[in-house]
């Protein structure tokens, strides 16, 4: 009992609350933080982690849009929502995939599967602008494989019940639907930051297993709020892919929105976790 006192006392109260909880001036931090990565990094581009790690993406996107895709037709595709797995399984769908795909990239990519995280996580130096580049070229790719292949199962049924396209729905006006994909990107980029804290995850060593599960979590919270409005893009790499598979002119009219938003919530996350929340206090005088 005693020990364990003693590592309670070293972990989780190590700092009191006076001092610093991010990025913080001591010199006896029990974690490790990596320093900033370099905009460029040529290095990368001879290195076959990096080519490795661009497949993850590619191949998890990819499997992202067939699996959310095929469930948003299934749904669609029913006289009644109630008989299927209904908006709610949609939401299950998406939170689910990114639960499971982050855990298994996680370790080789960073699962990013997202532009916006990509985005993100470059304005707080955790990778390179080379790399992210890359990281969101193959997002995309993967993401309009993954819309092409369940087309390819029933082109008349994908044509006709909307291809699983985001559109701001009848009801919302451009500017409801730009609010929701940046506060609903806001939500999942600043997860990603908390899950992925490097100070957390030295006081508690659970936290990388089990990372994948809020961010998983906070996709499928935010597609209960925000199919109704635009049917949720936060992700503008699955916004690109069924625009491009599905292809109709309603479908491009408010495309925008599905990359202008996540950007800006994914910056607006990267700001409050990096300046606010781990902010280098003010040594007293």
């Not at 995280?117 to 890359?134: C, D, Y």
């Not at 044509?159 to 939500?187: C, D, M, R």
């Not at 495309?255 to 700001?271: S, Y």
Request: one cysteine or more; a positive charge; glycine letters at 12%.
């Amino acid at each position: 009992m005693e020990n364990k006192e003693e590592d309670v006392r070293l972990g989780a109260n190590k700092y009191s609350e006076r001092q610093a909880i991010g990025t913080a001036a001591q010199s006896d931090k029990d974690y490790t933080e990596p320093p900033p990565a370099p905009l460029f990094e040529a290095g990368e581009l001879t290195s076959w982690s990096f080519y490795r790690a661009g497949i993850a993406e590619f191949m998890a996107t990819f499997l992202f849009l067939y699996i959310t895709i095929l469930t948003v037709m299934g749904v669609s595709k029913s006289e009644s929502k109630c008989s299927t797995v209904g908006i709610q399984g949609i939401a299950w769908a998406f939170g689910g995939m990114i639960f499971a795909l982050v855990y298994c990239t996680a370790g080789i990519s960073g699962g990013h599967i997202n532009p916006a995280v990509t985005f993100g996580l470059f304005l707080a130096r955790k990778l390179s602008l080379t790399r992210a580049v890359f990281y969101m070229v193959m997002q995309c790719l993967g993401a309009i494989c993954g819309a092409g292949v369940v087309k390819g199962f029933g082109k008349t049924l994908y044509q006709t019940k909307g291809g699983g396209a985001n559109v701001v729905n009848l009801g919302y006006t451009k500017g409801s639907g730009l609010g929701a994909e940046i506060v609903g990107t806001f939500v999942l980029v600043y997860t990603v930051f908390s899950a992925t804290d490097a100070k957390r995850s030295a006081r508690d060593s659970h936290v990388p297993l089990l990372a994948p599960l809020p961010i998983g979590f906070a996709v499928f919270l935010v597609h209960l709020a925000t199919i109704p409005i635009t049917g949720t893009g936060i992700n503008p790499a699955r916004s690109l892919g069924a625009a491009i598979i599905y292809n109709q002119d309603h479908a491009w009219d408010d495309h925008w929105i599905f990359w202008v938003g996540p950007f800006i919530g994914a910056a607006l996350a990267a700001l409050y976790h990096q300046v606010v929340i781990r902010a280098i206090p003010f040594k007293p005088k």
